[in-house]
């Protein structure tokens, strides 16, 4: 029998988009891949009690990940009304029912599930990392990343990203292998010893390239090499020639992908994308079953402001110190903030948004957003 807390079922669930600009011009990525702007969309789930709870996803364009922002309301509009008087404290049976509703689009449905845990935590009364393990870090170590261009352009974006504290940087590469050497080595010398460099191809060498790229990195300290293939078999290929420590991100989709991984000796660390593995519910589980296996990881999103930061900042705040090698703060990135801008950054770290307070801790401002795109309310069945 399923218990439910009339106060705590879901009334209305509210959709809405807005765009999220880059901070620094454009973001390039390896395939002349660019970002100047991008959709993000919201979802706001409303509980018999006038509880609200926030989400947020902003796919990073339509050609990096399988997920399109345009496509993000119309997914959640397939599944919205299923949800409609079931528990937010049930995200067990709210993530089964959108599993039911329709299979795959995890990206889509992640808002979902995040603003249930934001409408969680505040119904009673705790932070959400208290409900997603407890806290275990007061502040997190933050990567920003370098987007590709020249390398006198990077190492003046590295160098004044250093002057603000931060100490993890992610460079874009995956052009000509010769030339993404010689961009990583000159950062290597503008940084110092408490500097981890990491060399991201985002899938964009193809193994011929990959393989000369780790030939030409390997001798150099301090350099991790990240997804340099687009598949993982590629990328076990690359491995067997360097020594480098390697990082996995696009092929990590879900815990089978993240066993394969392992069981085959792939990486030392991986990034964890909430929104790529469905939300916080399944981001927590992956999370788990890395600190079982001692695997280090990197916390973060596709994209997003201060909604995904905050749900990233709870995530990232429950795991344990020794295996969180960074999380990313993607308010810093952009140059709107509908939460008042936090949670914040300082000196290279990440404070955790509200700190005590329930839920995400983040006062949404709902005017920012405009009118939703759809609504579905429990009134109008």
Same mark, same amino acid.
């Given at each position: 029998?399923?218990?439910?807390?009339?106060?705590?079922?879901?009334?209305?669930?509210?959709?809405?988009?807005?765009?999220?600009?880059?901070?620094?011009?454009?973001? +390039?990525? &390896?395939?002349?891949?660019?970002? $100047? &702007?991008?959709?993000?969309?919201?979802?706001? +789930?409303?509980?018999?009690?006038?509880?609200?709870?926030?989400?947020?996803?902003?796919?990073?364009?339509?050609?990096? @990940?399988?997920?399109?922002?345009?496509?993000?309301?119309?997914?959640?509009?397939?599944?919205?009304?299923?949800?409609?008087?079931?528990? %937010?404290?049930? =995200?067990? =049976?709210?993530?089964?029912?959108?599993?039911?509703?329709?299979?795959?689009?995890?990206?889509?449905?992640?808002? /979902?599930?995040?603003?249930?845990?934001?409408?969680?935590?505040?119904?009673?009364?705790?932070? %959400?990392?208290?409900?997603?393990?407890?806290?275990?870090?007061?502040?997190?170590?933050?990567? %920003?990343?370098?987007?590709?261009?020249?390398?006198?352009?990077?190492?003046?974006? /590295?160098?004044? $990203?250093?002057?603000?504290?931060?100490?993890?940087?992610?460079?874009?590469?995956?052009?000509?292998?010769?030339?993404?050497?010689?961009?990583?080595?000159?950062?290597?010398?503008?940084?110092?010893?408490?500097?981890?460099? #990491?060399?991201?191809?985002?899938?964009?060498?193809?193994?011929?390239?990959?393989?000369?790229?780790?030939?030409?990195?390997?001798?150099?300290?301090? /350099?991790?090499? *990240?997804?340099?293939?687009?598949?993982?078999? *590629?990328?076990?290929?690359?491995?067997?020639?360097?020594?480098?420590?390697?990082?996995?991100?696009? #092929?990590?989709?879900?815990?089978?992908? =993240? @066993?394969?991984?392992?069981?085959?000796?792939?990486?030392?660390?991986?990034?964890?994308?909430?929104?790529?593995?469905?939300?916080?519910?399944?981001?927590?589980?992956? $999370?788990?079953?890395?600190?079982?296996?001692?695997?280090?990881?990197?916390? *973060?999103?596709?994209?997003?402001?201060?909604?995904?930061? !905050?749900?990233?900042?709870?995530? !990232?705040?429950?795991?344990?110190?020794? =295996?969180?090698?960074?999380? &990313?703060?993607?308010?810093?990135?952009?140059?709107?903030?509908?939460?008042?801008? &936090?949670?914040?950054?300082?000196?290279?770290?990440?404070?955790?948004?509200?700190?005590? !307070?329930?839920? @995400?801790?983040?006062?949404?401002? /709902?005017?920012?957003?405009?009118?939703?795109?759809?609504?579905?309310?429990?009134?109008?069945?």
């Amino acid at each position: 029998m399923c218990y439910i807390h009339v106060m705590s079922v879901i009334q209305r669930i509210d959709v809405f988009s807005h765009e999220l600009n880059y901070a620094h011009g454009d973001y +390039v990525m &390896s395939g002349g891949r660019t970002i $100047r &702007s991008l959709l993000s969309t919201v979802v706001r +789930v409303t509980t018999e009690s006038g509880v609200e709870g926030f989400g947020e996803v902003c796919p990073l364009g339509p050609n990096y @990940l399988p997920g399109y922002a345009h496509g993000a309301p119309s997914v959640i509009r397939e599944f919205a009304r299923a949800l409609i008087g079931l528990d %937010v404290e049930n =995200l067990g =049976l709210i993530n089964q029912t959108m599993d039911a509703a329709l299979s795959g689009h995890g990206y889509a449905k992640s808002p /979902v599930d995040i603003a249930c845990w934001d409408a969680f935590g505040k119904l009673v009364g705790q932070p %959400v990392y208290t409900l997603l393990g407890g806290r275990r870090n007061d502040d997190l170590p933050l990567y %920003v990343a370098i987007p590709l261009d020249s390398t006198e352009e990077m190492v003046k974006h /590295v160098v004044a $990203r250093k002057a603000e504290g931060t100490r993890r940087f992610q460079l874009k590469v995956g052009a000509d292998p010769h030339d993404d050497a010689t961009r990583v080595t000159a950062i290597v010398d503008a940084t110092d010893a408490n500097d981890f460099v #990491v060399a991201d191809a985002n899938c964009g060498w193809r193994l011929q390239d990959a393989v000369i790229a780790a030939r030409l990195l390997n001798d150099l300290d301090r /350099v991790f090499l *990240e997804q340099p293939c687009r598949t993982l078999e *590629e990328c076990l290929i690359v491995r067997e020639r360097t020594s480098l420590p390697m990082i996995l991100d696009e #092929v990590i989709v879900d815990p089978q992908a =993240l @066993l394969r991984a392992y069981d085959a000796k792939a990486m030392e660390a991986i990034n964890l994308k909430v929104s790529r593995v469905g939300g916080l519910s399944k981001a927590r589980f992956m $999370r788990d079953l890395c600190e079982a296996l001692g695997v280090r990881m990197t916390i *973060e999103d596709t994209w997003g402001g201060d909604m995904t930061t !905050a749900a990233v900042s709870h995530l !990232a705040a429950s795991t344990d110190s020794d =295996l969180l090698f960074a999380a &990313s703060y993607m308010n810093d990135w952009v140059l709107e903030h509908t939460a008042g801008y &936090s949670p914040r950054s300082h000196n290279g770290r990440g404070s955790i948004s509200g700190v005590d !307070a329930p839920g @995400l801790g983040i006062d949404v401002d /709902v005017t920012s957003l405009g009118q939703p795109l759809f609504s579905v309310d429990a009134r109008d069945q």
